[in-house]
């Protein structure tokens, strides 16, 4: 058996094969530098936004005040009556009973709280 030769069409010096190779690895290199550019682009956009918002809160001051519980008050009702309009209210809950070293939302009377007040 006779093994037959590819003709290799030739074109600028190169076989037809090699040039569509060259082609196709030109334009992968271009694809993934266009990729690595957006990545990149949307890694500094995502850091400058977290910089901007830790900024923001960071401009805010804390105080906290010690709450006496009454018979009928619930943790939601403290939480509502002491958080600021753009925080809600979950955020509020969690942050006393973080601060508070509480496990459950459940609260006595005669006991006092420790409230954060962000002005």
């Given at each position: 058996m006779k093994k037959e030769k590819?003709?290799?069409v030739r074109y600028g010096g190169l076989c037809m094969n090699q040039c569509v190779w060259?082609?196709?690895i030109k334009k992968s290199m271009e694809?993934?530098?266009n990729i690595f550019c957006l990545l990149t682009l949307a890694m500094v956009i995502g850091l400058g936004t977290l910089v901007m918002g830790a900024q923001r809160q960071k401009d805010a001051e804390v105080y906290y005040e010690c709450v006496a519980i009454q018979s009928g008050d619930t943790l939601w009702e403290i939480a509502q009556k002491?958080?600021?309009e753009?925080?809600?209210i979950e955020h509020m809950i969690c942050e006393?009973?973080?601060i508070n070293g509480m496990r459950s939302e459940n609260?006595?009377?005669g006991e006092?709280?420790?409230v954060p007040i962000i002005k």
């Open positions: 590819r003709k290799c060259k082609i196709l694809i993934r530098k002491y958080k600021t753009d925080q809600k006393i009973m973080r609260i006595k009377s006092s709280l420790i």
